[in-house]
């Protein structure tokens, strides 16, 4: 393979496996501070061992949020240099404002709430908990508007040889970034309220400790259902805003090949890219495609056809990918609803305890699906417009050293990877210490 | 102006980094020496535990700073580095897991293979990062297209090797006197033995360094231009002398900040001595990466110093106000605590 490929399978690998830790951390830091809230407030001791417990998964799962994170900020510079040195203006100095302003505060007092339950007030250690939580989601915010930047350049102007920033209010104003921050970050609350919904569904059916995990459902559902519906429905107009920055990627999406108005939108399409077409296109919905991409159904949805070929995104990738993405979408409300309405009392449902726990790998799915739909979708190019990919690799890296850094990286991701779904397996399985509780 | 204010700042922040995951550093390195029993090894662990992961976020800052302020460099020091940056990111993915899950299985092999990770995952830094920063020091072979011409071999020179025996033996006298300032009884007694050894290793390496950087290096010509600066190389000497002193005295905790004091102003002296070079090359000066030729437009360099000048301080109290409040000696109680390490 070409440095090009490998460099692009090894981010590829490192952000995707990266991106299988952030989610949780994003969601679980605020239900686990709300959490000991309400213990702080109640003094009720069940909510102390609901902290402890779905803190300990939290705090599993965080540590290879973090050092997978510091792989990614280095790779710019060992594999991207070309990138790096062109965009570092503006790229370079969001990624350090993240780390300087929520990265510190995140990891600061992380450690101040491992280590203080009884060297704090109650209140300042529900702070510290906060504190983290609240800089998990900024930390979130300001890689979001970099990768935003990088989707749909704003706020810079040419010169010397790379892009210069010109506006930085313009940077964080990135309408497009804003809509990828609230997916993400509603995508990654569902995902997290699903993990919490499904373990304690696991423990219910088992009629393990009733009263602790019956506690850990009700909070979660409400949670659940509003990020999921959010996510759904401002799914649809992040939608449409790619059709009007980024009308390959939309194209892609939807392998909608003929530019035309009244575009429909069919239920069941397999793309033939390489003839430009769709195999079979079934079930049309009408002027579908130009209601979700433009908000009209006469609206004209351009094809890609209309599109330089050296231009377009990888159809089948994007289109499968976005298609599995909004199905699960659909699903999760449903889901969501269901377990709502069952919140005071899951367990007269022992069908819905039975389904939750199956459903924890779908919202990691469906977000590493998101994530490869904005990311591949957006190639050829590594910021959309301006600088291709195939230009953004470091000259100075041979092929043989990219080759064994991918190698090392998939060994040890591998492992631990495995490692940590094991041990959060483990521990969800054997649910809270305190034997008083399942008396309950 | 603006380019040499970012330039200081990266040299600090940098130096600020080894002066706190240093100690991490040289905690894991000391253990097999160091420990004897399993609560011997968890008293390292906790030693650390509320701090490593804030110290390792200098380390995000630093990079992030260096790809903000002065993007050329970053783009060509990370790719010129390539193979020991990668390895050292191995070792620190490794370092960082080990604390959170050595607990989490009740068996013995799990536990001595975290330990693994741990010693391992902290050498390997200490080592590379003395290699990177006294190549850094001395230059690396950029061509006219700032490509490296040099390989990993090239960066194993007497004098980078000498930067990476500098940095292991100077984290391990920083480890060893976290471990006295935090430890009790008889692994306090042993820590303040070891440190007091160490500091002859210490000793012994910073002249060779300094006399090493003469032959090897152009640090000098900075120094001889301008010789208020030599000041440093005096607070080099202080926090040496002084480290030993309070060492004798058995006042740890001013020991460790003495030695701190060195890390800083050792990789100050560096990184002033290639003022204005980031990275200089050894083919021709004119191939250097500097702070004219690698910064960022001033509107970002003046952005950047407005979140730098309002969070760097605050991060600075906040972090100062963790280390007051759970810097005490490590009891048996400690290590009952449900959420220690």
Redesign the interface.
Do not use: C, H
């Given at each position: 393979m070409d440095i090009v490929s490998l460099s692009r399978l090894q981010f590829a690998m490192t952000t995707c496996v990266h991106f299988i830790f952030v989610p949780l951390t994003l969601g679980l830091s605020l239900l686990v501070a709300y959490m000991e809230t309400k213990y702080v407030r109640t003094k009720d001791e069940i909510y102390r061992q609901m902290t402890k417990f779905w803190g300990k998964l939290f705090l599993i799962n965080f540590a290879l949020g973090v050092v997978t994170g510091i792989a990614l900020e280095f790779q710019f510079g060992t594999n991207w240099s070309a990138y790096s040195m062109y965009v570092g203006d503006i790229f370079g100095s969001l990624l350090a404002i993240e780390a300087t302003v929520a990265f510190f505060l995140e990891s600061t007092f992380l450690g101040v709430w491992i280590f203080g339950w009884n060297r704090l007030s109650p209140r300042m250690h529900n702070a510290s908990i906060w504190l983290v939580a609240l800089a998990a989601n900024l930390s979130a915010f300001w890689i979001i508007m970099a990768n935003g930047w990088m989707q749909n350049p704003v706020g810079y102007i040419f010169g010397q040889g790379r892009a210069e920033l010109e506006s930085f209010t313009a940077l964080i104003r990135n309408e497009f970034a804003w809509h990828q921050f609230i997916h993400t970050l509603s995508a990654s609350f569902v995902l997290s309220g699903f993990f919490v919904l499904g373990i304690s569904a696991y423990h219910l059916l088992r009629r393990q400790n009733m009263n602790f995990f019956r506690k850990s459902f009700r909070l979660a559902a409400p949670f659940t259902l509003v990020f999921a519906i959010l996510v759904l429905v401002q799914g649809h107009t992040h939608g449409s805003n790619v059709a009007k920055h980024q009308p390959e990627k939309m194209a892609a999406m939807d392998s909608h090949w003929e530019t035309q108005t009244w575009a429909p939108q069919y239920l069941f399409v397999i793309p033939d890219p390489a003839n430009e077409r769709n195999r079979v296109e079934f079930l049309p919905i009408p002027g579908g495609l130009s209601l979700l991409a433009h908000h009209s159904f006469d609206a004209e949805v351009t094809g890609l056809r209309d599109f330089p070929e050296q231009d377009r995104p990888p159809v089948m990738v994007t289109f499968l990918s976005f298609r599995t993405m909004v199905g699960l979408g659909v699903l999760f409300p449903l889901l969501a609803a269901w377990a709502w309405i069952r919140r005071k009392d899951p367990s007269r449902s022992p069908c819905l305890l039975k389904v939750l726990p199956w459903i924890i790998p779908l919202p990691y799915i469906a977000i590493q699906l998101g994530w490869i739909v904005a990311e591949l979708g957006r190639q050829p190019w590594i910021v959309y417009g301006m600088m291709r990919t195939s230009d953004a690799v470091s000259p100075g890296v041979s092929s043989g050293q990219v080759t064994g850094s991918l190698i090392g990286f998939t060994l040890i991701y591998a492992l631990l990877a495995g490692l940590c779904i094991f041990l959060l397996t483990k521990y969800a399985r054997q649910g809270p210490k305190d034997p008083a509780l399942s008396r309950a | 102006m603006l380019e040499t204010t970012w330039f200081v700042l990266w040299g600090i922040l940098w130096a600020i980094y080894f002066a706190l995951d240093g100690y991490d550093f040289g905690l894991g390195m000391n253990m097999p020496f160091l420990a004897r029993s399993e609560d011997d090894k968890r008293v390292i662990y906790n030693v650390a535990?509320?701090?490593?992961?804030?110290n390792?976020?200098w380390?995000?800052?630093a990079?992030?700073?260096?790809?903000?302020?002065f993007?050329?460099t970053?783009?060509?020091?990370?790719?010129?580095?390539?193979?020991p940056?990668?390895l050292l990111?191995?070792a620190?993915?490794?370092r960082?897991?080990s604390?959170?899950?050595r607990r989490?299985?009740d068996s013995q092999r799990w536990r001595n293979f975290w330990d693994g990770c741990n010693v391992l995952g902290s050498f390997l830094p200490a080592l590379l990062f003395g290699v990177a920063f006294a190549n850094i020091f001395m230059g690396i072979p950029l061509n006219a297209?700032q490509?490296?011409e040099g390989n990993l071999l090239t960066l194993l020179n007497p004098y980078g090797l000498a930067g990476g025996v500098l940095f292991v033996f100077l984290f391990s006298l920083h480890g060893g006197l976290w471990l006295a300032v935090r430890a009790q009884g008889e692994m306090e007694q042993r820590a303040a033995t070891w440190s007091n050894r160490m500091w002859y290793a210490v000793l012994f390496t910073v002249v060779a360094f300094l006399i090493l950087s003469l032959i090897y290096t152009d640090l000098l010509a900075n120094y001889v231009a301008n010789p208020l600066l030599l000041f440093v190389l005096l607070i080099i000497i202080l926090g040496l002398v002084q480290t030993k002193a309070f060492l004798l005295q058995e006042t740890y905790s001013k020991a460790w900040a003495c030695s701190a004091v060195t890390i800083l102003s050792l990789t100050l002296f560096g990184i002033l001595g290639i003022f204005p070079s980031l990275l200089p090359s050894t083919i021709d000066p004119a191939y250097s990466m500097t702070i004219a030729n690698s910064a960022?437009?001033t509107?970002?360099l003046q952005?950047?110093l407005g979140?730098?000048v309002i969070?760097?301080p605050l991060?600075i109290a906040?972090?100062s106000w963790?280390y007051l409040?759970?810097s005490h000696k490590i009891t048996a109680e400690d290590l009952d605590?449900?959420?220690?390490y």
């Open positions: - | 535990g509320p701090f490593w992961d804030g390792q976020v380390l995000v800052t990079g992030g700073v260096t790809f903000a302020a993007p050329g970053y783009a060509v020091l990370f790719s010129s580095l390539y193979t940056l990668l990111l191995f620190l993915i490794f960082g897991v604390f959170e899950f989490k299985v297209e490509i490296n960022s437009s509107l970002t952005i950047m979140v730098a969070f760097v991060v906040y972090q963790v409040r759970f605590y449900e959420e220690a």
